[in-house]
């Protein structure tokens, strides 16, 4: 499955994005889809996960109660969206997807830079 992630861009602190992530050559019914981040200098870190089957999900501490991740149909994309952004939000934003059965993500979209000013 090939994925691409779009939606990042620039906005104020306190204010709100909404990612997607949209595949192609496969719909995601049979997988697990997650978004990641990484800052220069950090290693890349887990921000959200979605059993696409059962709509389970999992967050990070940090984005708790801020970032929802959604599906809708097994033609739409995988969305995040991030309300309440802060400056440390601020990254490059990558979404991965796996089999129920794998623990790592095999697959992996391009980044999309979000940018949050203070």
């Known amino acids: 499955v090939q994925l691409q992630a779009s939606g990042g861009g620039l906005v104020q602190a306190g204010g709100s994005l909404r990612l997607s992530c949209a595949a192609s050559g496969r719909t995601l019914e049979r997988y697990t889809v997650a978004w990641h981040r990484q800052t220069p200098g950090k290693e890349r870190e887990f921000v959200a996960e979605?059993?696409?089957?059962?709509?389970?999900?999992r967050y990070a501490d940090s984005v708790k109660e801020r970032f929802t991740i959604a599906r809708d149909n097994a033609k739409s994309p995988v969305y995040l969206q991030m309300d309440n952004l802060k400056p440390e939000d601020t990254a490059i934003y990558y979404c991965?997807?796996?089999?129920?059965?794998?623990?790592?993500?095999?697959?992996w979209g391009q980044g999309t830079q979000v940018t949050v000013s203070s």
């Open positions: 979605i059993r696409w089957s059962t709509g389970y999900t």
């Open positions: 991965a997807a796996r089999m129920a059965y794998q623990s790592t993500y095999p697959y």
